[in-house]
């Protein structure tokens, strides 16, 4: 949870430090991630306690999590660039928090019961379908985010420098071979 707000500062001083303004789409993208930690907090509730959740409520939260997962990658499917982007890395967040969930449970049981108790629970199966899927996702937007995915390098050169980033392109390199490097 401490990379969301880390997140929120680094907006401001990266603006700072490459002499841009904050914009309302980047001052928005703060205001979100502040009330959605102020809704998580106010939700959960959070207390001191060992308890682990019950199979009821590894099935709500599941479900809900899958509702929320397919609905923004359903939204993911039209729309600007950005948009995508922001879609499907959204639907990474929320796979990547049901695996934070269930690495807690499965350390719980493996104090419990050992590896042996571990593997005779659906806990660690959900929690490397969670992690995949939630990497297949964050590559999803990463890959959508890039306008240059998929073009050969000549392409791109086509393009000029800094076509569709402010940082600077990477200049090619000639190895000794005599093979251009670089991007």
Request: hydrophobic share 50%.
């Amino acid at each position: 949870m401490a990379s969301q707000p880390t997140s929120a500062t680094s907006t401001a001083g990266e603006a700072a430090a490459f002499h841009r303004s904050v914009g309302w789409r980047e001052l928005m993208g703060i205001a979100a991630i502040v009330a959605g930690l102020a809704g998580f907090f106010a939700a959960a509730s959070p207390a001191l306690g060992t308890g682990q959740p019950t199979g009821r409520a590894w099935l709500a939260v599941s479900l809900a999590s899958a509702a929320c997962v397919l609905a923004l990658v359903a939204a993911s499917r039209a729309g600007p660039r950005w948009w995508r982007a922001a879609a499907l890395g959204a639907a990474s967040a929320v796979l990547f928090a049901c695996n934070a969930a269930l690495t807690k449970t499965l350390t719980a049981l493996l104090h419990h019961g050992g590896w042996v108790h571990v593997f005779g629970n659906w806990d660690p199966y959900a929690l490397g379908l969670t992690g995949a899927c939630g990497l297949f996702l964050l590559q999803s937007a990463l890959h959508a985010a890039d306008p240059f995915a998929g073009m050969d390098k000549e392409s791109v050169a086509a393009h000029g420098s800094n076509a569709a980033s402010p940082s600077p392109r990477i200049p090619d390199i000639t190895l000794p071979d005599g093979e251009p490097q670089g991007g």
